[in-house]
């Protein structure tokens, strides 16, 4: 669902363009009380892997396909504000490295794909958790509702902006029809990935999804008629000591996704790129050239490599690894502030 040059006038590109650089500056600020010794090291590998399933469009429609957003997977793994930086992350590499959504429109993108999707299936994530099992099954099933619901919701917030800024005057029922309509579908795909990453996750390490904390309650023993803590005698040795392996696994299935699995994407428009065409958003969208066309990555491909599955592959690798370096760096950077502003507390 990116959004490119042309669809949204000057002005409304402007003012999301403020309303996403406030949700930018706002999340800096919650995220430091979510980027603790756990989330900050999977906060960059979540920014990397949401990028490498953006590459993987799958069909919905005839003639129309689809693609991760991520925020609910975010959102879920690393906690709201974090997971807003996250796609930030990943719009902001998409833009400038890709020529994949307009630069004057990335803060529309930002806001839609963004602060939309993790906002929504953040609060309905927390409802849900309120009223099913205390169990990563019932983990699982709140991911897949938020995640669901989170697309389609995304797409009335573009429609909503299109009302107010729009380049082309269709009239704005038939654009939120034809967005619900395809984004539902989409949302189911989006329901299904998030839902069996998150699941993996927990499968193996539930300590490090944000959204499972207080999954299950610390064992409690009664000693002198007063309830404490069980803790063993010794730690097993075989007890994970860290979210390495996580990390790890997770680095090697996004570079295996982006360099290897998106050659076998779907070639069909996603969503919004059909509804544009078909409705005639994108009537004046040919007057304007990416800012980054001429960008030796542009359009996931890289310049000068004349097979087009090793060209796509080697842009999918070094995506991946540019938007796990600069997450990672960024993240870090805001951990190191936590823990200095922790420190100062104390002294």
Not at 61 to 77: D, E, K, P
Not at 206 to 235: C, Q, Y
Not at 260 to 266: K, L, Q
Request: aromatic letters at 4%; a neutral charge.
């Amino acid at each position: 669902m990116h959004v490119p040059d042309g669809f949204i006038n000057a002005p409304v590109s402007a003012a999301a363009g403020v309303a996403a650089a406030a949700a930018v500056a706002v999340s800096l600020r919650g995220a430091r009380k979510e980027l603790d010794e756990k989330v900050a090291p999977l906060a960059g590998l979540v920014a990397a892997f949401v990028f490498a399933v953006q590459m993987l469009n799958f069909p919905v429609a005839a003639g129309t396909s689809g693609h991760l957003l991520g925020g609910a997977l975010a959102a879920v793994l690393v906690g709201p504000w974090t997971g807003v930086l996250c796609i930030a992350v990943v719009l902001l590499m998409q833009g400038v490295l890709f020529a994949d959504g307009g630069l004057t429109a990335l803060g529309v993108n930002i806001t839609v794909m963004g602060v939309v999707t993790v906002v929504v299936a953040h609060l309905l994530f927390r409802g849900l958790r309120l009223v099913l099992p205390r169990t990563r099954g019932g983990v699982t099933a709140a991911t897949f509702v938020a995640a669901l619901v989170s697309v389609p919701a995304s797409a009335a917030a573009f429609t909503l902006i299109y009302a107010v800024g729009g380049t082309t005057d269709v009239p704005i029922g038939k654009v939120l029809t034809a967005m619900l309509g395809v984004h539902v579908l989409i949302g189911i795909g989006e329901a299904v990935i998030t839902a069996l990453t998150v699941g993996a996750v927990l499968a193996v390490r539930p300590d490090l999804v944000h959204g499972a904390r207080g999954l299950t309650a610390p064992l409690k023993l009664r000693v002198d008629g007063e309830l404490v803590d069980a803790a063993p005698a010794e730690t097993p040795a075989a007890a994970p000591k860290g979210p390495k392996k996580v990390w790890i696994g997770g680095v090697v299935t996004a570079l295996v996704l982006a360099g290897v699995v998106s050659f076998y994407a779907s070639a069909s428009p996603d969503g919004l790129e059909k509804v544009a065409a078909d409705q005639g958003i994108d009537a004046k969208a040919e007057e304007y050239e990416h800012a980054t066309a001429d960008s030796p990555l542009a359009d996931y491909g890289v310049r000068g490599v004349d097979s087009a599955r090793l060209s796509g592959g080697l842009a999918g690798v070094i995506g991946v690894g540019v938007t796990l370096a600069v997450g990672t760096g960024a993240f870090w950077a805001v951990r190191r502030r936590r823990a200095a502003a922790e420190t100062g507390a104390r002294v």
